[in-house]
């Protein structure tokens, strides 16, 4: 199973009004359809599984089940250049990379993350949206290890849309 966010889970990470603890919240931001439950708790730890189970009953999440390994073989032959390009594309989404950029900016405890969370959050123009996500990224090895960093940095760069990528 690959627990994905539902539109319920997105409004509570962007709103920050849900009743989640940091830890359902970190949860939250790590379901993304790709993930399945053994890397989610090996990223969050044992009660990984529990969690999952709780946000799904209370809607936060659905279960995406994994994909066919028996089906991909077939599908690879002439077609697969074709499909397997968009199908990354609908899942890049400005809103996406912001919003886990946000998520990250609320686990760090320093007034500096604390202050580009808020940029992040009052930008609303799609360029002050691009520059905030620009100079969070660029100010994030500040605040954390430098691989970490380049993680984060990555997982932007997956969500964010294409022509917003040499931005970064």
């Known amino acids: 199973m690959q627990p994905r966010k539902t539109d319920l889970a997105r409004d509570a990470l962007q709103a920050h009004r849900a009743p989640l603890d940091m830890r359902q919240r970190r949860l939250l931001i790590m379901c993304d359809g790709e ?19 709780q946000l799904i009953q209370a809607g936060y999440l659905v279960s995406a089940p994994e994909p066919a390994v028996a089906v991909a073989p077939a599908e690879t032959s002439a077609t697969a250049p074709a499909t397997s390009e968009p199908a990354p594309e609908r899942r890049r989404s400005l809103v996406a990379a912001r919003i886990y950029l946000l998520g990250i900016l609320e686990l760090q405890r320093n007034p500096q993350a604390a202050a580009l969370y808020r940029d992040l959050q009052m930008a ?5 949206v691009v520059a905030t996500l620009r100079t969070a990224l660029d100010a994030l090895p500040g605040m954390t290890s430098e691989g970490y960093s380049q993680r984060v940095r990555l997982r932007v760069l997956e969500a964010l849309p294409l022509e917003h990528c040499e931005a970064m």
């Not at 993930?35 to 189970?53: C, F, K, S, W, Y």
């Not at 609303?124 to 002050?128: F, I, K, T, V």
């Open 35 to 53: 993930r399945d439950i053994a890397q989610l708790t090996a990223l969050i730890g044992p009660e990984a599984p529990a969690m999952v189970i």
């Open 124 to 128: 609303r123009a799609e360029g002050d």
